[in-house]
């Protein structure tokens, strides 16, 4: 089973930053989006940011103007730089790897934001 490899999360203060990491092996192939995703305690799912193989993004009204993704130069990671972080950014985070047979899930990493 293949394993995304994410890293990153911590607690911060509010107004502090972070930036998250998701590395996937060199043995998938054919990704043509990935994205960052976030589940708060009781809350659903929700997707935060998306990158597509053109380079184009997409975020959620929520984290517009503080949230960065990104990719590395090597296509197969993917970053997410997050600015002026606010305590209901407070959530795991996973990101995802979308292929034309499937999709990969990282196994979450916590960020939590807090005085």
């Known amino acids: 089973q293949v394993q995304l490899v994410e890293s990153g999360g911590d607690l911060v203060q509010p107004g502090g930053s972070l930036r998250l990491s998701c590395a996937a092996p060199?043995?998938?192939?054919?990704?043509?989006?990935m994205a960052w995703y976030r589940q708060a305690p009781g809350k659903q799912r929700e997707l935060v940011a998306l990158i597509k193989s053109d380079d184009s993004a997409n975020y959620a009204d929520s984290v517009k103007g503080r949230f960065t993704i990104s990719r590395g130069n090597a296509k197969n990671t993917v970053y997410l730089q997050m600015n002026s972080l606010k305590p209901e950014d407070t959530a795991v985070y996973y990101c995802k790897l979308s292929t034309p047979l499937t999709d990969y899930w990282g196994q979450g990493t916590q960020v939590t934001v807090s005085s």
């Open positions: 060199g043995s998938i192939f054919g990704i043509y989006q």
